[in-house]
Every structure is written in structure tokens, then in C-alpha cells.
């Protein structure tokens, strides 16, 4: 695939990409005429490409376009996520440095799970066992000076002893490699010369900083998904075609931007959760557009729900998460992700309680309403026996089987036996409710995780719920939150794909250099910043991008001396001088205070640790057309059914979404109908659309309190 941009006076169309675990969600922008088109296929999971190319090629027929005017096609994946979760890791390999043979046994002592279970809890199995661990001499300071030559020919060994034991994949990893690459360079050199075919990852590439834990699961991490990646873009390349498969290809990274698919192949693990970040970089745009800066994002698809906290209009980037078990120290967009989405199952625990999810009907065989669907019932299944949603879906062309589930949340309830005061089996509704409720609160109380307990009040905030399961439950969710709004933008099945063309290329770079505030050279931080931007605009280059459209912006890791871990702060703009030293000092002070509620301000030394470059490469983003004027227009009713609300059934008004012009406003209890997802307004709430077409929905009283 081609890794730059489209050739300067080709192509006009731009068409985003996100595999969801039941849907392929595609959005193409016309660049020349703005106008936006949308589509949903079916995902294919035993070959994702399949049901990806099927969606590119739809959207290209639906656009009336040909394959010459497609400019870029940028995607978001989850191939490295499902390749650690789903798969059995195998085949893998690590070298490290002669006496670090045990690193990943050693781990951290902190327990996941808290101090009170620390005696049941169980060191999850190692990445890498120890038996597939080989060590190599020679050694280097914190300084990357070496102490020790390289034993290159304890390398080469290494690469024999892997190929003995059928090993594809390993990581390297060093100590102080961060400081220094050449011996990891020299490493790899010699174990290829001996196994041309091992894929080899280097923590001096993939993470070099300091934390050799953490940078030794993080290079293995990426090591282990290469193959899957290669095979996966292969697999997309062949399935596009000739043609197709020479358009530029762009994959989203977790840190919000996107890169091309040649330079994913080199460092995969950037791309673990690639799909919701374009889902919450989306959101930043709908949100501003809306005149909210203040959201929590909510993205419910049929897997799962994906939630983020976006403050000031800019989603918080972590770099301490987690894929599973493993801890991996790359810079990513925080999402909390719960296993409730449409395709959750509801099932009856032990104990004898109803619980949804994190169990998933998935893409196939789907919930029980589906063509060829499951044998338990869902949340989907739940929403359709209350008429919350229509009995078809994506404009009809999924059509659902209302009789079959309600047929399934009966045989639920009858296995869940007599319950509450009256000792009576519970009816579909109130089971069906039940369901929808216990998704509801399993919603509300991850936000609750990412506002209350970190001194946030989620009053404040506005939710905005898109995704195909999402509006359908938003509005009350908002309602158990005391939230002031819940938006809805247009399409929102499909507004992680929107994301994904919203979003500029981007590469992030950073050095370890362990410094105390007394001891910082300015000229040597002035040069290791230096540095840093040069590789970021080199990298940005090998994408074809025009140095006159990148930017880079600095960040620093600080901590008070004797702290364990950093606060990352922005570094100020200009001259890395006395002055920039002095403002990045005084930036950590306030970053710490607003995190921690104190600072220890002319008290306490500060250590800087981490020096940080993101370069930017600057796209065009897609607007947000306004809606044509209507005054004096009143859209008809598109039908009305009976919806469970509130505990009983109401005749409530359906309205076509594509019909409702701006400045138009209902009151609940109503249904509004889209292509891709409804959206249920419900008593005691009102809807006003915005002149973007962005729905609004709020409280008619006072919200409730959190």
C-alpha cells in the first residue's frame, strides 16, 4: 500500500473505517462538495478484511465515485488488542541482558486487585516463560557509556536456540538501551544473521525510556502482534485489489493520530486501541460544534461500551495502560471499556442473580432477534420487546424477529424463578426492563469510576453517546448521572469512522534523561529536544507529508525527588532556556496540585525524567454541514408504537432523524429513527435540534442528583 499522501490533484474522496466485533462502519467525505455518506456492513471476524473491502466498495458505489477519486483510506482497528486477548501467546522469545534473565518474573510488587485480596491473588502467566529467556554479556550505564563489550556471540546463540524451539517472534531488550541503542542494534544484526526469518522488536524503538519491566513487556507486546499485523494488511491489500490497494492507507494509533500502514507494520503496539480513539477524537468535534468543551463519551457497539472523559475539548492521554494482563507504556487516549453493548448476554449467576454481559453474542450468530441469531437473549433483544427500537435495523436491512425474542427473555424469566415481594415470575417487560437497566447502571457506574472517585462532579459534564447501541439507553443514563445534556450527532453508528478523518498524522518520541532540577543543563536539554522534533519530522516524511505541514509540540515527565512516579506536563513554546525551565517547573507544580490537591512548591526538589515530542502532521478536518432553513416547517410523524417507559406502556411518536430540521424540539416520550441507531426520548425529557443537525436532549426538571 502506498504510504503518502494522495498525489496532489487525485482523488476528492476520504473514507474512514472502524471493525467493530458485529459491524464494519464505513464514512466517506467528499472533500470537493462536503457532502458526507455512511454505511454498515457486516463484520467478518474470521477475516475482517473481508467485510472491510465490502464496505469501501459499497461507499464508493453509494458516492457514485470511482476508485481514482479515492484520496486516503484511514482505519481503526483492534488486530493487536483481539491477537493478545484471544489468542494463546506462543512462540515468543526475549533477550536480555546478561544476570536480567528474571525480569519478568520479578514484575512489580504492586497487587492489582488491592491489598485486601493480596493473598488470593495469582501472578498472571509470563509473556515470555522463563526456559524461552536468553541472556547476552556486555553492558552499559544509565548514561548509555558502556561498561562491558557486547557478547555478540552469545547473541548469535540466542538465534540458534530459537530456531531449535520454533520460535517466530522475540523481543530485546537491554539494560539502559534507552540511553544508548547500538548494542540492541548489534544484537539484532547478529541474531538475523544466524534466523533470517525471526521478527524482532527493540526496546530502544519501541519504548526508550527507562523501567525495564515495563519497557520489556511493551517490546514483547509488539514483537508478539507484528506477524498479525503484517498478515492482516496483507490480507486488506490483497482483498482491495490492485487498483484499491494502491490508494494511501492510513491506520489510527492509540495516541489519536494516524500513520501509514508501512510504518504500523514496524511498531504495531501503537495501535491497540486504535478504534475508540477515533471514536473520542470524533467526539471532540461533534462537542465543540455542539458548544460543549466538558463531555464524558460514551460508545456503545455490540460488544461493548467504550467511555472517556474529555476536559477543556481534549481527551486525557494516559501512558500506564493495560491490554489484558500485560501493562504496555505507550501513549494512548483514556478509555475505560466495559463489556456491554448491544450483543451482551443476559444470563442467571450461581447465586441465582441476573447479570449482563461481558459475555457477547457477538457478530455471529447475534442476538436472538437476528436472522440466524443466538439461543440467549441480549440487550438488543431487551430494547426490541420494550419497542424501544425498530424491528429492523440499518434502514432496514436487518430485519428482527420481535416474537423469537420475547420467546427467549420469557424462558429467562421463568429460569430465574418467582421473585420480589409477591414471589411471582417476572413478565417479559419487567425482565426486558430489568436488562436494560442493569446495562444502564453498569454505564453510569464507569462514569461514576472516571469522575467521582478522581474529585470530577459528572454534573457538569454533557454525555455524548453515539455508536449503535448507544442512544437507544443514553438519555437514561444521563438521567442517573444528574448529567446537564446528552448529545447525539448525526450518525452515530458510525462516528468512530468519522473520527477516524478528523484526526491528523502523528508520531510520538521520547528520551530518558533522569535529571535534577539543580543539575539541568539547559543546552543539553535544549539539544535533546532538538533531537526529538528532528526524528518527529523525519518520521512524518516518510509519509510524504511537506515539512511546512507538521508541527511538533514538547512534554516533560516530572516528579518531586524521591517519587517513584512522573506527572507528564506540556513544555512551553520557543527557546529551551533558563525562562523555558523555569515555566516547565512551575507547569508541574500546578499539574501536581490539580491532580493531587497539594504541591510541595519550594519545599521539594524536582526530578525531570521523561523528555517528550509528538509531531503533528496537519490535515483538513471534514465539517459538520449546517442544516438547510425550514421555517415554519413541522415534520410528520413517521409512525408511532407502544414503547415500555417508566414501568408502563406508552403510544409514543416515531420521527424519521433525516426529516427534523433545525430548531426543531419534542417532548418525550418520543423515538427517533436513523440510519444505524434510534435514539428514545423519554417522559419528563425534551429534544431540540441544533443547526448542525446534532440533537440535544435534556431534563425538563431539575436532574437528579449524583
Given at each position: 500500500?502506498?504510504?503518502g ?6 482523488g476528492?474522496?476520504r ?5 467493530g466485533g458485529t ?5 466517506a467525505v467528499?472533500t470537493?462538495s462536503g457532502?458526507?455518506?455512511?454505511t454498515?456492513?457486516a463484520?467478518t471476524p474470521?477475516n475482517?478484511a ?11 458505489e ?7 477519486d479515492?484520496?486516503?483510506?484511514s482505519h ?7 491477537a493478545?486477548l484471544?489468542?494463546?501467546?506462543d512462540?515468543l522469545?526475549?533477550v536480555v ?15 492489582p486487585?488491592g ?6 491473588w495469582?501472578k498472571p502467566?509470563r509473556?515470555v ?7 547476552v554479556g ?10 562491558r563489550?557486547?557478547?555478540e556471540a552469545?547473541?548469535r546463540?540466542?538465534?540458534?536456540f530459537?530456531r531449535?524451539?520454533?520460535?517466530r517472534?522475540?523481543?530485546?531488550c537491554?539494560?539502559?538501551?534507552y540511553a544508548?541503542p547500538a548494542?540492541e542494534r548489534?544484537?539484532r544484526?547478529a ?5 533470517p ?10 519504548l526508550?525510556?527507562?523501567r525495564?519491566?515495563e519497557?520489556a513487556v511493551t517490546?514483547?507486546?509488539?514483537a ?6 503484517a498478515v ?8 482491495l ?7 494511501p492507507?492510513?491506520?489510527?494509533q492509540s495516541s ?6 508501512e510504518?504500523?507494520?514496524d511498531k504495531?503496539i501503537?495501535?491497540?486501541l ?8 470524533g467526539c471532540s468535534v ?14 456503545a457497539g455490540g ?10 475539548g481534549?481527551a486525557h492521554?494516559?501512558?500506564g495502560?493495560?491490554i489484558g494482563?500485560?501493562p504496555?507504556?505507550?501513549?494512548m487516549?483514556?478509555i475505560e471499556?466495559?463489556g ?6 443476559a444470563?442467571i449467576?450461581?447465586e441465582?442473580?441476573?447479570k449482563?454481559g461481558p459475555r457477547s453474542a457477538?457478530?455471529v450468530?447475534g442476538?436472538?432477534?437476528y436472522p ?8 438488543t433483544d ?7 427500537i425498530p ?6 436491512g436487518i430485519?428482527?424477529d420481535?416474537e423469537r425474542?420475547r420467546?427467549?427473555i420469557?424462558r ?7 421473585t ?7 413478565s417479559?417487560?419487567?425482565l426486558a426492563d430489568?436488562i436494560v437497566e442493569?446495562?444502564n ?10 469522575t467521582?472517585q478522581k474529585?470530577?462532579?459528572p454534573?457538569?459534564?454533557a454525555?455524548?453517546?453515539?455508536g449503535g447501541a448507544g ?5 437514561a443514563?444521563?438521567?442517573l448521572l444528574?448529567m446537564?445534556?446528552c448529545i447525539?450527532?448525526?450518525n ?7 473520527g477516524?478523518?478528523a484526526v491528523d498524522?502523528?508520531t510520538?518520541?521520547?528520551a ?5 532540577e539543580d543539575a ?8 535533546v ?5 528532528r526524528e ?11 515539512p511546512a505541514r ?5 512534554e ?9 512516579m ?12 533558563a525562562a523555558?525551565a523555569?515555566?516547565l517547573?512551575?507547569?508541574f507544580?500546578?499539574?501536581h496540585?490539580?491532580s493531587?490537591?497539594?504541591d ?13 515530542v509528538s509531531g ?6 471534514p465539517?459538520?454541514p ?5 421555517p415554519?416547517?413541522?415534520p ?6 407502544r ?11 416515531v420521527y424519521?432523524?433525516a ?9 418525550g416520550p418520543?423515538?427517533?429513527?436513523e440510519?444505524?441507531?434510534?435514539t428514545?426520548v423519554?417522559?419528563g425529557?425534551w429534544?431540540e ?7 440535544l436532549v435534556?431534563?425538563?426538571?431539575t436532574?437528579?442528583?449524583?
Amino acid at each position: 500500500m502506498s504510504a503518502g499522501p494522495a498525489p496532489r490533484g487525485r482523488g476528492r474522496i476520504r473514507i474512514g473505517i472502524d471493525t467493530g466485533g458485529t459491524f464494519t462502519d464505513i464514512v466517506a467525505v467528499d472533500t470537493a462538495s462536503g457532502e458526507m455518506r455512511v454505511t454498515k456492513v457486516a463484520s467478518t471476524p474470521a477475516n475482517p478484511a473481508i467485510g472491510l473491502v465490502a464496505g469501501v466498495r459499497e461507499i464508493i458505489e453509494r458516492a457514485g465515485a470511482a476508485v481514482d477519486d479515492v484520496a486516503t483510506l484511514s482505519h481503526g482497528t483492534t488486530v493487536a488488542t483481539n491477537a493478545l486477548l484471544q489468542g494463546a501467546i506462543d512462540s515468543l522469545g526475549l533477550v536480555v541482558t546478561e544476570g536480567f534473565r528474571h525480569i519478568l518474573e520479578i514484575a512489580r510488587q504492586a497487587v492489582p486487585v488491592g491489598y485486601g485480596n493480596s493473598y488470593f491473588w495469582v501472578k498472571p502467566e509470563r509473556i515470555v516463560p522463563l526456559h524461552l529467556v536468553r541472556e547476552v554479556g556486555g553492558r552499559l550505564d544509565f548514561r548509555g557509556e558502556e561498561l562491558r563489550p557486547l557478547d555478540e556471540a552469545a547473541a548469535r546463540d540466542a538465534a540458534r536456540f530459537f530456531r531449535r524451539k520454533g520460535i517466530r517472534a522475540a523481543g530485546i531488550c537491554l539494560i539502559h538501551a534507552y540511553a544508548n541503542p547500538a548494542h540492541e542494534r548489534r544484537v539484532r544484526d547478529a541474531m538475523l544473521a544466524e534466523y533470517p526469518e525471526l521478527v524482532l522488536s527493540l526496546s530502544s524503538e519501541v519504548l526508550p525510556e527507562y523501567r525495564e519491566y515495563e519497557r520489556a513487556v511493551t517490546t514483547l507486546v509488539d514483537a508478539f502482534v507484528k506477524p498479525h499485523m503484517a498478515v492482516y494488511l496483507r490480507r486488506i491489500r490483497t482483498e482491495l485489489g490492485s487498483e484499491l490497494g494502491t490508494r494511501p492507507f492510513l491506520v489510527m494509533q492509540s495516541s489519536g493520530g494516524v500513520i501509514s500502514a508501512e510504518q504500523v507494520v514496524d511498531k504495531p503496539i501503537a495501535t491497540a486501541l486504535s478504534g475508540p480513539a477515533a471514536g473520542a477524537l470524533g467526539c471532540s468535534v461533534v462537542a465543540e460544534v455542539a458548544g460543549f468543551r466538558e463531555v464524558v463519551t460514551l460508545d456503545a457497539g455490540g460488544t461493548s461500551t467504550d467511555i472517556c472523559l474529555i476536559e477543556d475539548g481534549r481527551a486525557h492521554i494516559t501512558t500506564g495502560a493495560s491490554i489484558g494482563p500485560f501493562p504496555v507504556r505507550i501513549p494512548m487516549i483514556e478509555i475505560e471499556t466495559i463489556g456491554t453493548g448491544g450483543g451482551s448476554i443476559a444470563w442467571i449467576s450461581r447465586e441465582g442473580h441476573l447479570k449482563v454481559g461481558p459475555r457477547s453474542a457477538g457478530a455471529v450468530p447475534g442476538p436472538m432477534c437476528y436472522p440466524e441469531g443466538g439461543d440467549e437473549p441480549t440487550i438488543t433483544d431487551a430494547n426490541l420487546a420494550l419497542g424501544r427500537i425498530p424491528p429492523a435495523l440499518i434502514g432496514g436491512g436487518i430485519r428482527l424477529d420481535v416474537e423469537r425474542a420475547r420467546a427467549g427473555i420469557a424462558r429467562l424469566a421463568a429460569a430465574l424463578g418467582p421473585t420480589g415481594p409477591a414471589r411471582k415470575v417476572m413478565s417479559v417487560e419487567e425482565l426486558a426492563d430489568g436488562i436494560v437497566e442493569i446495562a444502564n447502571w453498569n454505564q453510569a457506574n464507569c462514569i461514576r469510576q472516571m469522575t467521582i472517585q478522581k474529585g470530577i462532579d459528572p454534573r457538569r459534564f454533557a454525555l455524548l453517546s453515539f455508536g449503535g447501541a448507544g442512544p437507544a439507553q443514553s438519555p437514561a443514563v444521563m438521567r442517573l448521572l444528574g448529567m446537564k445534556c446528552c448529545i447525539v450527532p448525526f450518525n452515530p453508528g458510525n462516528l468512530s469512522a468519522f473520527g477516524l478523518l478528523a484526526v491528523d498524522w502523528r508520531t510520538d518520541h521520547i528520551a530518558t534523561r533522569v535529571t535534577h532540577e539543580d543539575a539541568l543543563a539547559v543546552d543539553e536539554l535544549a539539544a535533546v529536544y532538538a533531537r526529538l522534533e528532528r526524528e518527529a519530522v523525519e518520521t512524518l516524511a516518510r509519509d510524504g507529508l511537506d515539512p511546512a505541514r507538521c508541527r511538533t509540540v514538547r512534554e516533560a515527565d516530572l516528579r518531586y525527588a524521591g517519587q517513584s512516579m512522573e506527572v507528564r506536563v506540556a513544555a512551553p513554546a520557543g527557546p529551551v532556556d533558563a525562562a523555558f525551565a523555569a515555566k516547565l517547573l512551575d507547569a508541574f507544580h500546578a499539574a501536581h496540585r490539580k491532580s493531587f490537591g497539594y504541591d510541595y512548591r519550594g519545599r521539594q526538589k524536582v526530578e525531570l525524567v521523561n523528555f517528550c515530542v509528538s509531531g503533528f502532521g496537519v490535515i483538513e478536518r471534514p465539517a459538520l454541514p449546517k442544516l438547510a432553513a425550514r421555517p415554519g416547517v413541522t415534520p410528520a410523524r413517521k409512525g408511532a408504537r407502544r414503547v415500555f417507559l417508566d414501568g408502563q406502556w406508552h403510544d409514543t411518536p416515531v420521527y424519521d432523524r433525516a426529516a427534523l430540521p433545525a430548531g426543531f424540539r419534542l417532548d418525550g416520550p418520543a423515538v427517533v429513527e436513523e440510519f444505524g441507531s434510534t435514539t428514545v426520548v423519554w417522559p419528563g425529557q425534551w429534544l431540540e435540534v441544533d443547526p448542525h443537525g446534532i440533537m440535544l436532549v435534556r431534563e425538563k426538571v431539575t436532574a437528579l442528583k449524583a
